[in-house]
Antibody
Framework: QLQLQESGPGLVKPSETLSLTCTVSGGSISSSSYYWGWIRQPPGKGLEWIGSIYYSGSTYYNPSLKSRVTISVDTSKNQFSLKLSSVTAADTAVYYC????????????WGQGTLVTVSS | QSALTQPASVSGSPGQSITISCTGTSSDVGGYNYVSWYQQHPGKAPKLMIYDVSNRPSGVSNRFSGSKSGNTASLTISGLQAEDEADYYCSSYTSSSIPGVVFGGGTKLTVL
């Protein structure tokens, strides 16, 4: 059974960089059938797609966040990572990592999510 | 890219049917059959309920169905049950600016 687990600091100071890692177990991140993505959800609000990455390193970012986002992949560790720079309180959210099926553009497996709070 | 438009809330009594709409543009919902629906209970990760407009993943009840007309997709839940009370989000592939994914704003379903 595929499992995804987010990890990283739960508290980040304003203007600093948020860094999260998603570890994939029970399957290979190098599968040609999938992208791997990050989605966030501010408290009490809706879902927002941040971006996705292919095992080869090709990336697709939400235009509204593109200038601050970097997603990378480490196939040797079966992990992919998110960096979001110059954070503000508006970036406070539950961050999810998920598997994106290429042929249907669906997130079929999700991590449990991790709350990141931006505060001094 | 703008979020897809969903009603903020819908409600229904047990046994009834409800429909949640999801309106986009020709760059997303109207242009592709990559529309999906997710159910989210409080404190939980979203769960895929419908993909490719009207297909159900294995294990999802046949009380859930999806459809699309033009730029608007719909999720219908028949035979409402208390456990259906949750937030529902539509999602679509979008070709606007950069190929990617766009979500709807979410709809809170209350089972009366």
């Amino acid at each position: 059974q595929l499992q995804l687990q987010e990890s990283g600091p739960g508290l980040v100071k304003p203007s600093e960089t948020l860094s999260l890692t998603c570890t994939v177990s029970g399957g290979s991140i190098s599968s040609s059938s999938y992208y791997w993505g990050w989605i966030r959800q501010p408290p009490g609000k809706g879902l927002e797609w941040i971006g996705s990455i292919y095992y080869s390193g090709s990336t697709y970012y939400n235009p509204s966040l593109k200038s601050r986002v970097t997603i990378s992949v480490d196939t040797s560790k079966n992990q992919f990572s998110l960096k979001l720079s110059s954070v503000t309180a508006a970036d406070t959210a539950v961050y999810y990592c998920a598997r994106l099926l290429k042929t249907a553009i669906i997130f079929d497996y999700w991590g449990q999510g991790t709350l990141v709070t931006v505060s001094s | 890219q703008s979020a897809l438009t969903q009603p903020a809330s819908v409600s229904g009594s047990p046994g009834q049917s409800i429909t949640i709409s999801c309106t986009g543009t020709s760059s997303d919902v109207g242009g592709y059959n990559y529309v999906s629906w997710y159910q989210q209970h409080p404190g939980k990760a979203p769960k895929l309920m419908i993909y490719d407009v009207s297909n159900r993943p294995s294990g999802v009840s046949n009380r859930f169905s999806g459809s699309k007309s033009g730029n608007t997709a719909s999720l219908t839940i028949s035979g409402l049950q208390a456990e259906d009370e949750a937030d529902y989000y539509c999602s679509s592939y979008t070709s606007s600016s950069i190929p990617g994914v766009v979500f709807g704003g979410g709809t809170k379903l209350t089972v009366l």
